[in-house]
């Protein structure tokens, strides 16, 4: 199993909220100077950055997601969470949490999960 797992529903109905969960099995998620991103691919498209949540707590969204994504942490259970409200089918995708040094920089990747949103 890899340093960073996703969990969450593989299928989501339209207007729902999407909710996945990446548990971080290698190092705490409030080490300096760590950003824990959440990256999404649609299908027969390229790599999306959706947002991340810093080491620090603090967050940063893409502007074309911002209105619809929300990403929290468990410092606990060494988990971050991502929430994605009023879902589509275009937001069917593979979806990624990663880490790295910055909010756009992904050093480790998991290994990705299928959403769909569909009815």
């Not at 619809?68 to 275009?90: A, G, W, Y």
């Not at 480790?108 to 769909?116: D, F, I, L």
Request: glycine residues 10%; hydrophobic residues 25%; proline residues 7%.
């Amino acid at each position: 199993q890899g340093q960073l797992q996703e969990s969450g529903p593989g299928l989501v109905k339209p207007s729902q909220t999407l909710s996945l969960t990446c548990t971080v099995s290698d190092g705490s998620i409030t080490t300096n100077y760590y950003y824990w991103s959440w990256i999404r691919q649609p299908p027969g498209k390229g790599l999306e950055w959706m947002g991340a949540i810093a080491y620090s707590g603090s967050n940063y969204y893409s502007p074309s997601l911002k209105s619809r994504t929300s990403i929290s942490r468990d410092t606990s259970k060494n988990q971050f969470t991502l929430q994605l409200s009023s879902v589509t089918p275009e937001d069917t995708a593979v979806y990624y949490c990663a880490r790295g040094p910055s909010p756009s920089d992904f050093g480790s990747w998991g290994q990705g999960t299928q959403v769909t949103v569909s009815s």
